[in-house]
């Protein structure tokens, strides 16, 4: 079949569908069907998590995703893979307990399953400005509010405004985005006009390279990484993440979604710059998603990593698990011994002409700390044993 009459196809389809949703009064005109539904096949090309939702926006309910639904994403791409590093077998099912409760409670997450129904947008000043009622009990309290379309609701599916969205159910208040979606200029990570151009143009000289290519482990949507590529256009950028949300910076160059403790062998020394901001607290097993950054990064390459277990899962399979491999009932003690025997291999490599660290852990305070080292030499997983 010849590409036009792809096209064509698409366009009927896309109309009937538009037709469809202004007989049932969910859009008042058929361009504002067609406007919609325009929309929605743009966010589902890379909203693979989220189909049910979009799917949810245009029906006015949402159908949870099923177990085996999220199984076959975590299949095809968090385990569709070689890992850098062999993980046990005990590691593995332990991740993928994990990250199948994980992806349960994001993609079916409360809050967007009452967007998909009948919502509000307050302008009260008691709701901080224009926030979204997503119940009845939030909607009976305001004074000044109108109901949202369709289209309006389309319209928040913006990464920036996603992010900061303000919704209320009943008397909880939070923002759409899930935590962790930061700029550039937040917290630790660098500002960009007094270090990214001398470090870039250091780490260019140092890899021999004039495009660089970066990756951000923990990348949330992906703002860190859009502010890069406004700040410096002749770099390839990378985001790292285990979840979508549902929608996510088009300026990425490609998004990884895999976890940090099991990334792909075909990141070996792929990476110029590698940066993460606190995201390998949320490990299970920081240590690994630690070495995988060093084998990452490639020979002249620059990491800058914020690193911390505390907010490591504490459920009981975790406990069982170090208790049999560390002999230790307490979860964050356990991951301090590891990551202590790993900072002594850390500073040996340093000794060995293999790294040099330019900033490193705390020894004093649990070993959390930022992470910088320049990667000197190649880098293999027996380095680390």
Not at 311 to 331: A, N
Request: glycine letters at 6%; one cysteine or more; proline letters at 3%.
């Amino acid at each position: 079949m010849k590409h036009q009459e792809v096209l064509n196809i698409g366009d009927r389809l896309a109309s009937i569908q538009a037709q469809q949703l202004l007989a049932e009064g969910r859009v008042k005109t058929l361009a504002e069907g067609e406007e919609v539904i325009r929309i929605v096949e743009k966010l589902r090309s890379t909203g693979f998590m989220y189909h049910h939702f979009f799917d949810g926006l245009l029906s006015g309910e949402l159908k949870p995703i099923s177990d085996a639904e999220i199984n076959k994403i975590i299949d095809q791409h968090h385990f569709g893979f070689e890992p850098m590093i062999p993980l046990t077998g005990d590691q593995e099912a332990l991740l993928r307990s994990h990250l199948l409760e994980n992806l349960r409670g994001s993609l079916n997450y409360e809050p967007i399953e009452l967007f998909c129904g009948d919502v509000y947008e307050s302008s009260d000043k008691e709701f901080f400005g224009h926030t979204i009622l997503l119940d009845q009990k939030a909607q009976l309290r305001a004074k000044n509010k109108r109901r949202l379309t369709l289209l309006d609701k389309l319209n928040i599916l913006e990464p920036e405004r996603w992010k900061n969205q303000h919704y209320q159910i009943s008397n909880l208040e939070a923002d759409f985005g899930l935590q962790g979606n930061r700029h550039l200029g937040e917290l630790d990570y660098y500002s960009l006009d007094k270090d990214f151009s001398g470090l870039f143009a250091e780490i260019r000289k140092s890899t021999g390279k004039d495009k660089l290519t970066v990756l951000d482990v923990g990348c949330g949507i992906g703002f860190a990484l859009k502010d890069i590529k406004g700040a410096d256009p002749n770099v390839e950028v990378h985001g790292l993440t285990m979840e979508q949300e549902p929608v996510m910076c088009e300026e990425v160059d490609q998004y990884h979604y895999c976890l940090a403790e099991r990334m792909p062998a075909d990141f070996k020394e792929k990476f110029d710059v590698i940066i993460s901001n606190y995201a390998l607290r949320y490990c299970l097993f920081s240590n690994l998603a630690l070495k995988n950054i060093f084998l990452a990064l490639s020979i002249g390459g620059y990491a800058s990593i914020d690193f911390a277990f505390d907010r490591i899962p504490r459920d009981e399979s975790t406990i069982s698990y170090f208790q049999r491999t560390e002999s230790e009932p307490k979860v964050f003690s356990a991951m301090e011994k590891i990551v202590a025997r790993l900072w002594e291999k850390i500073k040996k490599l340093e000794t060995d002409g293999k790294i040099e660290i330019i900033h490193g852990l705390s020894e004093k305070y649990h070993y959390h700390g930022i992470l910088r080292i320049k990667k000197l030499a190649s880098l293999k997983p027996s380095d680390f044993e």
